[in-house]
């Protein structure tokens, strides 16, 4: 019984003995990665070819976890570590005529999360694969893509394009598909 009193009083000795938190700003370059402005209106055409209109209804530049945000969530065991705390800009578009959502959240050095109705979570960094691409009968310069198959089946889980001057321009999950109208 003395023993595990003697760790417990070890461990929150040393959880209470963490130094100071250092914030990684924001720069102004990687706030500039997401292309859409409070208000903005992004048209995009469904796999029905239907119109889906939505607008930036949340453009915020906030403080993050950045440990916990870049484990999905999970918390890190950093006993003595000081917390890594960052800015991030989120931005969220919304339809009025369509069920889902679309957020992007950009971190320093260009980390993207994109999220599509708590549905999907992909996390990337921009600058790592940049090709040109036509989609939808224009050329774009500069677009990440990312594509995931299941391991198993080999059945496409979904296809993401994105550009830092005009933001998503294809995406694909299953049936569902969102393709950019400029």
Not at 35 to 46: A, C, D, E, R, S
Not at 142 to 167: A, F, I, M, P, R
Request: overall charge negative; proline content about 3%; aromatic content about 16%.
């Amino acid at each position: 019984m003395k023993k595990i009193i003697v760790i417990c009083m070890v461990l929150l000795a040393i959880s209470s003995c963490k130094k100071g938190n250092d914030y990684v700003p924001l720069s102004e370059e990687d706030a500039a990665a997401i292309p859409y402005q409070m208000g903005q209106t992004v048209k995009f055409l469904n796999q029905d070819n239907d119109t889906v209109v939505c607008q930036v209804t949340w453009d915020q530049t906030h403080l993050s976890d950045y440990n916990t945000d870049h484990n999905y969530g999970t918390e890190t065991l950093d006993f003595g570590s000081p917390g890594v705390y960052c800015y991030t800009r989120t931005v969220e578009l919304t339809s009025e005529t369509y069920p889902s959502f679309i957020s992007f959240t950009i971190y320093p050095e260009k980390g993207m999360y994109f999220n599509w109705n708590n549905e999907l979570v992909i996390s990337c960094d921009l600058p790592s694969s940049y090709e040109n691409v036509t989609i939808n009968g224009i050329d774009y310069e500069l677009v990440h893509h990312e594509k995931l198959y299941n391991q198993y089946t080999g059945e496409k889980l979904y296809d993401w394009y994105y550009n830092e001057e005009y933001g998503l321009l294809y995406f694909e999950k299953g049936d569902f598909s969102l393709t950019r109208i400029l």
